[in-house]
């Protein structure tokens, strides 16, 4: 393709940066952007320097954070299955820090964010490390193996957890807020919490770039390189579970940012897992911020979650690119 990386990127920062400012300054009490400028002077307190810092920039850093995350996500899941329409949820790690979240809520009584983050993550966690344990133990471990053990084990989990929200309705009450996927009401704490395991992420998914071009030659040309299908997909699904677990935990789970921003980025810059992982730190936040912006201006009172308006949009590109494969395999 013929779109400079380069270029792609500085759009792509300028309207991260444009966003973020837009972030700070819409909410309940709308900010103008001198009173956001004037949040950003030393030594001074004011009304405005307290909303911009204490209530959302933490909200914007964490947008900013995951919708990098998640979009990464997608593109290392999408070279790791060679499917274009395979998104992070895929390996069941979603499911397994839901139903993680809901027995927190249901055994322990746990509603804030906060008190049920690491039990999100450790149930992300195990839910890749079974998926992963599944796909290994045989001697045709690949691609449509790893995904078939990541449905399997995602619609288990789904089902325990459909079970227990059936039956219990105050953790069914607390546990629908959460899955909607929201950044409302995240503070720096919980920012500071998952930011580790995020930025470990993305440079192991970074550092993928190359097996992953490798894996999408076929697993025999890839070992012609010097590439461990093995070590490869454990890597891969390493920073998966990182940039997802992380993510999920912090703000529910956020669907189809993993799956639109690779395809768009595919079509302008081409398959080299390079460059999509390399544009699409940048690009994420700008789908996930943009959501985040409409959901809390679409409504006369309160806000849409921002995982309900990705939904919107992803909802429809799934769609087509669905109808296009269908109609491909039919010519």
């Known amino acids: 393709m013929g779109v400079p990386v380069g270029g792609t990127v500085l759009v792509l920062g300028v309207l991260s940066v444009l966003l973020c400012l837009v972030s700070l300054a819409i909410g309940s009490h709308s900010l103008t952007l001198e009173e956001v400028a004037s949040a950003f002077v030393p030594g001074r307190t004011t009304v405005a320097s307290v909303i911009v810092w204490q ?21 290392v899941m999408q070279g790791l299955t060679r499917n274009p329409l395979a998104e992070p949820g895929i390996l069941g790690i979603n499911a397994g820090a839901s139903l993680s979240v809901v027995l927190s809520m249901s055994l322990l009584g746990l509603t804030d964010v906060s008190d049920f983050l690491w039990f999100a993550f450790a149930g992300a966690a195990l839910a890749a490390f079974l998926v992963h344990l599944m796909s290994v133990r045989s001697a045709d471990a690949g691609p449509a193996r790893l995904v078939l053990a990541g449905v399997a084990l995602g619609a288990s989990l789904r089902s325990i957890t459909g079970t227990i929200t059936m039956y219990d309705s105050v953790t069914f009450d607390s546990y629908r807020f959460w899955v909607l996927g929201s950044l409302a009401d995240r503070d720096a704490v919980l920012l500071v919490w998952v930011a580790p395991f995020l930025v470990v992420g993305l440079v192991l998914a970074l550092a993928s770039g190359l097996t992953l071009n490798a894996l999408a030659l076929g697993e025999e ?10 070590r490869a997909r454990a890597l891969a699904l390493t920073s998966i579970t ?24 595919r079509l302008a810059l081409g398959a080299d897992q390079r460059r999509l992982l390399a544009v699409s730190v940048v690009a994420g936040p700008v789908l996930l911020l943009a959501a985040d912006v409409v959901g809390r201006v679409i409504l006369d009172s309160g806000e849409m979650e921002a995982g309900v308006v990705t939904a919107f949009i992803g909802a429809p590109v799934l769609l087509v690119m669905v109808i296009q494969r269908m109609g491909v395999r039919g010519r």
Not at 221 to 230: D, E, H, I
Not at 250 to 265: C, D, K, M, R, T
């Open 55 to 75: 209530l959302r920039m933490p909200r914007t850093v964490l947008a900013v954070m995951v919708g990098a995350a998640l979009a990464v996500a997608g593109v």
């Open 221 to 230: 040309q890839a070992k012609a390189l010097g590439v461990s299908p093995r």
């Open 242 to 265: 990182l940039l997802c677990g992380a993510s999920t935990a912090a703000v529910g789970p956020i669907s189809f940012v993993g799956l639109v921003v690779p395809q768009v980025l």
